[in-house]
């Protein structure tokens, strides 16, 4: 009932910056939490930084001073923006959103189809 879809991956420099983005759409009463999510090749998919409605926000160690997560509660969208990329960066780029599509539903752990990006050395 609520779909995920990213779009902003491709091919960077190491160095250099790019910028995810994640709209939900579909059946939706609130979502309470969005995030971004990465798994590299032959290894376990690790968050990389989440944001609440209410604003906070949360990263992971690798990332932090280089990423930055916002959102767009009017948009239901949500952003990364990374910079000073690594390629130790690369890797598919999931979206998560906690999401409910009516007043007293469950909240639903949606995701989407993934992006990929890759950083050259």
């Known amino acids: 009932q609520v779909q995920l879809v990213e779009s902003g991956g491709g091919l960077v420099e190491a160095g250099g910056s790019l910028r995810l983005s994640c709209a939900a759409s579909?059946?939706?009463?609130?979502?309470?939490?969005m995030g971004w999510y990465r798994q590299a090749p032959g290894k376990q998919r690790e968050l990389v930084a989440a944001?609440?409605?209410?604003?906070?926000?949360d990263y992971a160690d690798s990332v932090k001073g280089r990423f930055t997560i916002s959102r767009d509660n009017a948009k239901n969208t949500v952003y990364l923006q990374m910079s000073s990329l690594r390629p130790e960066d690369t890797a598919v780029y999931f979206c998560?959103?906690?999401?409910?599509?009516?007043?007293?539903?469950?909240?639903?752990?949606?995701w989407g189809q993934g992006t990929q990006v890759t950083v050259s050395s």
């Open positions: 998560n959103a906690v999401a409910r599509s009516t007043r007293w539903g469950t909240p639903l752990d949606c």
């Open positions: 579909g059946i939706i009463f609130s979502i309470s939490a």
């Open positions: 944001i609440i409605s209410g604003g906070s926000t």
